[in-house]
């Protein structure tokens, strides 16, 4: 099975733009990113997608690989579907280009499920949740799964409802997925669907039209850059690392 890792990477981001070109300790964020995702040993290739000459001359500059797509997608999604239409892949891991400490071995947790299923479409990932501030944060989007590990449902607000406050572990969903070519070219043609449009999260669409999505629980600390205070936490995360020697 070839697996490739697509980076959806647009410059006009809303909150900050020229997100991807942001410095990080002197380099640019999508190469953090590009760089943590090609240490994945089950990985065969990576690339970054883009719809601007300026990302692509830079993963350029530090020997990545690029591949240019329209500017008038939507999601990373989309950008993801129009690029795999010029590569050779039976499984493809979207990787956003705002998560600096990616890891290649969280990665590879991400790809085993579909060597031991190859009936698996779709799969991402999950972490605890620690305090309630979190769990009540509508932008921390939480899931549920079942006893199989598969979701149940996306919500931005607190699921399960805990209606008696008893002992209730509560799960942030993580953006990375992972989706056998086959089902990504069938689900971006998939019109959006009533929950996904209630609560704005895409996978909706995929659970509504009967897809079984794999979660598999990581511990693995991300931080999703959004704003400069963002990417403050991510180098002060770094100098932590370092000093750790993690």
């Known amino acids: 099975?070839?697996?490739?890792?697509i980076i959806p990477a647009r410059y006009a981001s809303t909150r900050l733009p020229g997100k991807p070109l942001k410095q990080i300790q002197g380099i640019p964020m999508i190469e953090h990113v590009y760089k943590n995702v090609t240490r994945s040993q089950l990985i065969d290739e990576v690339w970054v997608?883009?719809?601007?000459?300026?990302?692509?001359?830079?993963v350029s500059s530090f020997g990545g690989r690029c591949i240019m797509t329209s500017s008038e997608h939507q999601t990373g999604?989309?950008?993801?579907?129009?690029?795999?239409?010029?590569?050779?892949a039976?499984?493809?891991?979207?990787?956003?280009?705002?998560?600096?400490?990616?890891?290649?071995?969280?990665?590879?947790?991400?790809?085993?499920?579909?060597?031991?299923?190859?009936?698996?479409?779709?799969?991402?990932?999950?972490?605890?949740?620690?305090?309630?501030?979190?769990?009540?944060?509508p932008n921390i989007v939480k899931v549920i799964t079942n006893d199989s590990g598969n979701a149940i449902y996306f919500s931005r607000s607190p699921i399960p409802y805990?209606?008696?406050?008893?002992s209730v572990n509560y799960y942030k969903h993580i953006g990375v997925y992972a989706y056998k070519t086959s089902f990504l070219k069938k689900y971006v043609n998939m019109p959006q669907s009533p929950l996904e449009l209630a609560e704005s999260l895409e996978q909706l669409r995929a659970?509504?039209?009967?897809?079984?999505?794999?979660?598999i629980e990581t511990d693995f600390e991300l931080i999703s850059v959004d704003t400069p205070e963002?990417?403050?936490?991510?180098?002060?995360?770094?100098d932590l690392a370092k000093e750790v020697g993690m």
């Open 1 to 5: 099975m070839k697996v490739i890792a």
């Open 49 to 58: 997608a883009t719809d601007d000459e300026r990302i692509s001359l830079v």
């Open 77 to 88: 999604t989309d950008r993801l579907a129009e690029a795999i239409k010029s590569l050779a």
């Open 90 to 137: 039976d499984l493809v891991i979207n990787v956003q280009g705002d998560e600096p400490l990616i890891q290649g071995t969280m990665l590879d947790d991400l790809v085993r499920p579909f060597l031991e299923n190859p009936a698996l479409e779709m799969a991402t990932f999950k972490s605890k949740i620690e305090n309630d501030e979190d769990v009540l944060n």
């Open 162 to 166: 805990n209606r008696d406050n008893r």
């Open 207 to 215: 659970l509504e039209n009967g897809t079984i999505i794999r979660v």
């Open 230 to 238: 963002d990417l403050q936490k991510v180098s002060q995360y770094l």
